[in-house]
């Protein structure tokens, strides 16, 4: 299963904002094995996915799971429309939010965020 998180990579911490997230972390999880590394997927900005056009590859295409720390209405189903479901969390460490879905634990709550709101006014009139 590949688990895709979003990090701030100065910070080495969670991203909040997913739709504009140009830095993720992709594990490639085996069941009983160890915590995987992370891979990290520098996006362009055609390629971050409140601007991505779905009209080519994406490097994100094939992940099964995406972590991040917020994320609007439009983003959760644009991405499950490319088969992938988004988590939510307030953990800030990426390695610790992965340790938890692998575990089947739910993740921690998350912190109040004013792009997320701003992110629902948007998705009114999103096209995803």
Do not use: Y
Not at 42 to 50: F, G, N, S, Y
Not at 73 to 78: A, C, I, K, T
């Amino acid at each position: 299963m590949k688990i895709a998180i979003a990090v701030d990579p100065q910070a080495c911490t969670v991203s909040g904002h997913a739709g504009k997230a140009r830095h993720w972390l992709i594990h490639d999880c085996q069941p009983g094995a160890p915590l995987p590394p992370g891979e990290l997927v520098v996006l362009t900005e055609q390629q971050l996915p409140h601007h991505f056009k779905d009209d080519g590859p994406h490097p994100l295409h094939g992940v099964e799971v995406m972590v991040a720390g917020s994320a609007g209405d439009g983003f959760v189903r644009h991405m499950a429309s490319w088969g992938a479901q988004v988590l939510l969390t307030g953990e800030t460490e990426p390695q610790l939010a992965l340790a938890h879905i692998l575990a089947g634990e739910a993740l921690p709550e998350t912190r109040f965020d004013i792009t997320t709101t701003l992110c629902k006014l948007r998705d009114l009139f999103s096209r995803h």
